[in-house]
């Protein structure tokens, strides 16, 4: 037979189905499994690197914002109005005693035991107050329980005119028109009755004045609101301020409910730098704690002096000094003392404020046993422990942020005025 008298299909090569041997299954499949994996390795790891990343940016953002608290606070730390004297206030010395001296108007004063004739919040002598380097407990400031208090930080509390914004009425012809018109600047502003002001100007005695939004109308028809220099314009109201103390501690938690600030479904058990501050509240202002940066775990504030003298441990000199200021920083110091002199406040010129900051997230690197020195001074001040927080303290990102500035305030200009209560305040007349 011909191949042509095959019928077609059947003409030629012989035909065979071209299936996969069990082999060439196993090869397909083996590389098909180690594709897969090396794309889902892949994905994990972009995932991570983003979380790490995203995380190491946040970590960025709440160092900037604790650092620059605490620096921009410190500078104005003191600054009171134009006039230089606060030893000498109405409404706080019983000068004007017929309005509240604030004592029993503040919630939540956080009453230290220094300060028994006004409430602490306005001890004006004291612009900073500052109890460290590293605390167990802050036994001296009621208003932070030990739950809510991380230690191993200090505690930074700075007084003054703290954000620098100034009300000034020219507008309007003679004293009756300007007042008018800046008490509408300052009831403008949110619970203005239970604020708290401050003005105060050279030509008059006493220099300073801090009142309530409330004793506004009563100041102004007693004439006690300060008015500029006589040689100015007598008739314009002294720029007023408003007041604020603001205390800086870290907590174990980012939200605080009454003392307490163990972990919660509403409470992340993340350290968080808080700072106090002076709000509105019901019948004069309130003291409360407001979350500032997440993630701060440490911070460490270094005073730096120019003019002071140290003992050889390390501790201040009893004043006076023999060493002279000269307008550069002789150098930082972190004081241990539980009372350091009113001297040595007039002395700082600058600051240096480092804050250990931790990742919001856990991730897979571990930083078990290593140290972290925020004072530079080559001692650890903070080493992770593995066996804290159930294990997980050490699967963390950590890192280190510090700055240092110059201090262009009073202090900078030549002195803190200002002490401890009940101490005779160094006031530089420069000042
Ligand atoms: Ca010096
Ligand atoms: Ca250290």
Redesign the pocket.
Known sequence: MNPSDFPAGMRGVPTQHAGLTLIELMVSITIGIVLSLGLVSLMVNASRSLRAHDDSAQMQDNATTAMRSIIDDLRLGGFYGIGANSLDVDNLNSTYSNLSVFTSDVSNDCTATVVTTRAWVFDLQSPIEYLGPQLTAPSKYPCISAANFQSGNPVLIVRGALNGESYLSTSGTGLAARLTNLKTQLSALSGFSTRVFIQSVTSEDPQTLLFKGSQFDNLAAANKIKTMLASDNSSTPAPVFEYQTHLYQVAPCSRMTGSDCSQSSDRRAIPTLFRWELQPGTNGPQFVAVPLAEGVERFSVMFGVDGVTFNADGTIAAPPWSSTPDGIVDRFVAPTDATIPPEFWARVIAVRVAVLVRSPSIQTYSDAGRSY?????????FTCSASAEGGTQCNYLRRVFTQVAMLRNCSGRGGFQGGTAGSTPSVNSAC
Request: aromatic letters at 0%; glycine letters at 12%.
């Open positions: 020195d925020l004072d530079d001074d080559g001692t650890a001040d």
